[in-house]
């Protein structure tokens, strides 16, 4: 095995480092020795104290990611560790009957770049990071073991890669993964397009918030999904009892719909079109809503952009208003860690304000516990949604 390096952090630098914060920017580096990219690095203080053990890369925008802060070997025995305790965390999930599960959060879960879905037992596994990649040999057995998957799919062609110098990834690591795979999640059942889909092929991380939806719901309540993908949020309405429309730009998130309503005898209209354009064209006089939806991707992830997300959040708010029945609710999600409740709610302040409307705030509701969000760890709550009431 190569000879691990060293990297010295700065003076001061190493007290985030204690306190669980896993990551080093390239400016907190004092010095590195024997180090190579991809490869594993013994973090130490100024004063030579041990830190913990992380990959490096200084390719990457954050070249230091720690993997433990105590003395142990990085080998499969390590990984079989982690695995279970990921896994037992999850343990209420899986009792609950959910079957599409994130077994694997990357930092949340301390394998920092290693992200797993698991869905009807078919695991699909995204590597973020040149060290994960370069530890595969330790985690790939572990992972089909502790998660008893029948098969696991290496679906690695996030943009992010590049970044790390990785390039895209899709290829089978175990048995024969299925193109598409079927999971109950809040009692309803779900296709998740494992291969052709967005991500991983289910977004996981929004179930706690669907289930609060369809307890709200009422019988009879018109409700539009906007960013509907797969119709996550339109299926739990349409099984409280809601007449739902799914708006989304990719034909196969509608098509996957349209078959997920099928698949648990409900019913749901879908509409190809781009949400924004789609919420500013509608007549004034069309036929407001009980419930609108807005749940677009993350369009922002770094701070630099995060204006034109604020922007887009207020666009879509902006033209949703007044399609909303007076007493109407609006779930407004955010998906990135730019976006705090405080912005986002400032947003939905601001639309509201300048279309003369008061909204209550009723609900605050984030991603599911599979998701987990280490405090440690700030940049791992990302997903919030606010429940709007129009007064
Ligand atoms: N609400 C979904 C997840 C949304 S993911 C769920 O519960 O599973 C974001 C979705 O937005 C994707 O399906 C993507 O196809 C869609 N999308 C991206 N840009 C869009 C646009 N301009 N108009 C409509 N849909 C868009």
Same mark, same amino acid.
């Given at each position: 095995?190569?000879?691990?390096?060293?990297?010295?952090?700065?003076?001061?630098?190493?007290?985030? &480092?204690?306190?669980?914060?896993?990551?080093?920017?390239?400016?907190? @580096?004092?010095?590195?020795?024997?180090?190579?990219?991809?490869?594993?690095?013994?973090?130490?203080?100024?004063?030579?104290?041990?830190?913990?053990?992380?990959?490096?890369?200084?390719?990457?925008?954050?070249? %230091?990611?720690?993997?433990?802060?105590?003395?142990?070997?990085?080998?499969?025995?390590?990984?079989?560790?982690?695995?279970?305790?990921?896994?037992?965390?999850?343990?209420?999930?899986?009792?609950?009957?959910?079957?599409?599960?994130?077994?694997?959060?990357?930092?949340?879960?301390?394998?920092?770049?290693? @992200?797993?879905?698991?869905?009807?037992?078919?695991?699909?596994?995204?590597?973020?990071?040149?060290?994960?990649?370069? #530890?595969?040999?330790?985690?790939?057995?572990?992972?089909?073991?502790?998660?008893?998957?029948?098969?696991?799919?290496?679906?690695?062609?996030?943009?992010?890669?590049?970044?790390?110098?990785?390039?895209?990834?899709?290829?089978?690591?175990?048995?024969?993964?299925?193109?598409?795979?079927? @999971?109950?999640?809040?009692?309803?059942?779900? &296709?998740?397009?494992?291969?052709?889909?967005?991500?991983?092929?289910?977004?996981?991380?929004?179930?706690?918030?669907?289930?609060?939806?369809?307890?709200?719901?009422?019988?009879?309540?018109?409700? #539009?999904?906007?960013?509907?993908?797969?119709?996550?949020?339109?299926?739990?309405?349409?099984?409280?009892?809601?007449?739902?429309?799914?708006?989304?730009?990719?034909?196969?998130?509608?098509?996957?719909?349209?078959?997920?309503?099928?698949?648990?005898?409900?019913?749901?209209?879908?509409?190809?079109?781009?949400?924004?354009?789609?919420?500013?064209?509608?007549?004034?006089?069309?036929?407001?809503?009980?419930?609108? @939806?807005?749940?677009?991707?993350? &369009?922002?992830?770094?701070?630099?952009?995060?204006?034109?997300?604020?922007?887009?959040?207020?666009?879509?708010?902006?033209?949703?208003?007044?399609?909303?029945?007076?007493?109407?609710?609006?779930?407004?999600?955010?998906?990135?860690?730019?976006?705090?409740?405080?912005?986002?709610?400032?947003?939905?302040?601001?639309?509201?304000?300048?279309?003369?409307?008061?909204?209550? #705030?009723?609900? &605050?509701?984030?991603?599911?516990?599979?998701?987990?969000?280490?405090?440690?760890?700030?940049?791992?709550?990302?997903?919030?949604?606010?429940?709007?009431?129009? %007064?």
């Amino acid at each position: 095995m190569a000879k691990r390096g060293k990297v010295w952090l700065k003076p001061g630098r190493e007290k985030k &480092i204690r306190n669980a914060y896993p990551w080093v920017q390239k400016g907190e @580096i004092r010095q590195v020795a024997d180090v190579e990219d991809g490869g594993l690095v013994t973090l130490l203080s100024v004063d030579n104290d041990p830190l913990g053990i992380a990959t490096y890369n200084s390719q990457a925008r954050f070249p %230091v990611r720690v993997l433990t802060r105590e003395k142990e070997e990085i080998d499969a025995e390590f990984f079989r560790r982690r695995f279970t305790e990921a896994w037992s965390r999850r343990e209420g999930l899986r009792a609950a009957g959910h079957t599409g599960i994130r077994a694997l959060y990357s930092e949340a879960d301390f394998v920092p770049g290693l @992200i797993l879905d698991i869905f009807d037992g078919h695991g699909v596994v995204q590597v973020r990071s040149l060290g994960m990649e370069k #530890l595969r040999e330790h985690w790939i057995a572990p992972m089909v073991d502790v998660f008893g998957l029948t098969s696991l799919l290496e679906k690695s062609d996030m943009a992010g890669r590049a970044e790390e110098g990785l390039d895209s990834r899709v290829e089978a690591l175990h048995g024969n993964p299925p193109d598409s795979a079927q @999971i109950v999640e809040n009692g309803l059942h779900f &296709i998740a397009p494992i291969r052709e889909g967005l991500k991983t092929g289910h977004y996981c991380d929004q179930r706690l918030a669907r289930a609060r939806l369809r307890d709200k719901v009422k019988r009879g309540d018109r409700l #539009l999904d906007c960013f509907s993908y797969t119709g996550g949020f339109a299926l739990h309405a349409a099984a409280a009892g809601a007449q739902v429309l799914a708006v989304d730009i990719l034909p196969l998130a509608l098509e996957t719909a349209t078959q997920n309503a099928r698949l648990n005898t409900l019913t749901m209209d879908t509409l190809e079109a781009n949400a924004f354009e789609y919420l500013e064209a509608l007549p004034e006089d069309s036929e407001p809503f009980d419930w609108i @939806i807005l749940d677009p991707p993350a &369009i922002s992830k770094t701070k630099e952009t995060r204006d034109s997300l604020k922007w887009a959040v207020w666009k879509l708010v902006y033209h949703a208003l007044p399609h909303l029945k007076p007493g109407g609710s609006l779930l407004v999600c955010t998906c990135s860690y730019q976006m705090g409740v405080t912005e986002t709610l400032e947003t939905c302040r601001l639309a509201a304000g300048d279309r003369g409307c008061v909204l209550l #705030l009723d609900d &605050i509701t984030l991603q599911d516990v599979d998701h987990p969000a280490p405090i440690s760890f700030p940049e791992a709550l990302y997903l919030k949604g606010l429940w709007l009431r129009k %007064v």
